[in-house]
């Protein structure tokens, strides 16, 4: 890294990695790198994703919907190693063309439906199973404003300060300064409404907590880019009750480790194929017996 300011050129060509944790996976142009079919389980759900915030709120939703006793949310979820270039086979982007993960396939209609987009996997499945999206058209509205705003807020949270205070090659006071404020100004949004709401939309648990709870209550439990302290975190009482509340949930459990391939032998769960796989199949026990 240079410490001299960059001088932007008149056009900018891709002559070299950037740097930073994801340097050998980022490039300027979209498409398959390599054909490779997607894998397809015997479930109507099949679920290509790996346990980062944005994957884990689709866990976490089948979960609950599985706890809840919709049986249809039965799913196969397959592990996409997004650091070896796992979204870029030609069967992931034909399932989302973005080659991000989470990507849902609804084999369950005909022709099987792609979903792509954590948000808009929740909402589907929301709608597909009148679950976790209130009817009550004020309810819906606000349950809907709150998971649209961590589509627009989490950027800020992950592509800005995440990046810059834990994966960037060097650290900068300039772009850590500018992340840190607004973060902390989201931190403080979630503390304010919690304060007056136990759930996000209100008195019911919704998608919006789904949605909100990886990124925000994976910063406040520490749980995320080792930023607690940093961000003062303790300090966001209410979001904290939130956090813990949520993080106490046994669907939450579960859904959190699906596709987990890092951390703890014990949270991880590569693939998830039958409710008998979180007690039999983490990583701990098949490492274990092999
Ligand atoms: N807005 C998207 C973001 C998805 C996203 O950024 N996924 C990341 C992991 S959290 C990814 O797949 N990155 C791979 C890449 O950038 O090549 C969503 O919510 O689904």
Same mark, same amino acid.
């Not at 060509?13 to 790198?33: H, Y």
């Given at each position: @890294? ?43 759900? &099949? ?8 994957? &884990? ?47 849902? @396939? ?85 503390? *304010? ?29 520490? *749980? ?20 813990? &509340? ?36 983490? &990583? ?7």
């Amino acid at each position: @890294m240079s410490d001299t300011p960059y001088i932007p050129p008149r056009v900018w060509t891709w002559d070299k990695a950037n740097g930073g944790a994801f340097a050998n996976i980022n490039r300027p142009i979209a498409g398959a790198t390599h054909d490779k079919p997607l894998p397809v389980g015997k479930h109507p759900l &099949q679920l290509y994703s790996l346990a980062t915030p944005n994957g &884990q709120k689709v866990g976490i939703m089948l979960e609950e919907l599985l706890a809840a006793g919709h049986m249809g949310a039965e799913y196969d979820a397959w592990l996409v190693r997004i650091n070896e270039g796992d979204q870029f086979s030609s069967g992931f982007v034909s399932a989302n063309p973005n080659s991000k993960i989470p990507a849902l @396939m609804d084999h369950s209609v005909s022709p099987p439906q792609r979903v792509f987009e954590s948000g808009a996997i929740l909402l589907y499945l929301a709608e597909k199973f009148g679950a976790f999206l209130p009817t009550d058209p004020a309810k819906r509205a606000a349950t809907i404003s709150w998971l649209f705003w961590q589509m627009g807020s989490a950027p800020l949270l992950g592509g800005g300060f995440g990046h810059f205070f834990a994966y960037a090659p060097d650290k900068y006071e300039y772009p850590i300064d500018r992340y840190t404020m607004e973060v902390k100004r989201q931190l403080d949004v979630l503390d *304010r409404h919690l304060a007056e709401n136990d759930y996000m939309a209100g008195d019911e648990y919704s998608i919006a907590d789904m949605a909100i709870w990886p990124w925000y209550g994976g910063v406040v439990l520490n *749980r995320a880019y080792g930023a607690a302290e940093f961000l003062d975190a303790a300090s966001y009482k209410n979001l904290m009750r939130w956090a813990e &509340q949520i993080d106490a949930r046994p669907a939450v459990t579960r859904g959190r480790i699906v596709n987990k391939a890092s951390g703890p032998l014990e949270e991880q769960l590569h693939e998830r194929h039958d409710a008998s796989d979180f007690e039999l199949r983490t &990583q701990d026990k098949l490492e274990g017996a092999a």
